[in-house]
């Protein structure tokens, strides 16, 4: 499961850390859900065994993998799709995958009015 670094708070939440490593919860990262306790689906995903791992991913990470997915492969994709690749990317970089299936869930246009693609327009 993925999760800003600043806002670790399923990981705290399900026990897995202390909350001292849970965050300040400020962040960039749109679009999961991040921050929210509570959220249904990743709790009973974890009850039944269905998460084995928590990924954190910083703001710069994110925004980086999301802009080179727009300009190196030509993937529009939003805040937490470049979250979503860059933990992804941390599964290969650490040899514990050699296939990886990450989702890109949006399209890049919301983002057009925010920082994730300036450096591109100009």
């Given amino acids: 499961m993925v999760e800003p670094k600043q806002a670790q708070v399923l990981r705290h939440s399900l026990g897995k850390e202390s909350p001292a490593h849970a965050g300040s919860g400020q962040h960039k990262i749109q679009g999961g859900g991040y921050s929210m306790a509570q959220l249904p689906f990743a709790v009973e995903a974890h009850r039944a065994g269905h998460v084995d791992g928590f990924l954190s991913v910083t703001d710069e990470q994110a925004i980086a993998t999301t802009r080179a997915l727009a300009k190196e492969e030509g993937i529009f994709g939003g805040f937490s799709a470049g979250a979503n690749i860059a933990a992804a990317l941390q599964l290969i970089d650490r040899g514990e ?26």
């Fill in 97 to 122: 995958a050699t296939t990886v299936v990450a989702i890109v869930c949006d399209s890049g246009v919301k983002y057009l009015s925010t920082d994730l693609f300036e450096p591109l327009a100009q």
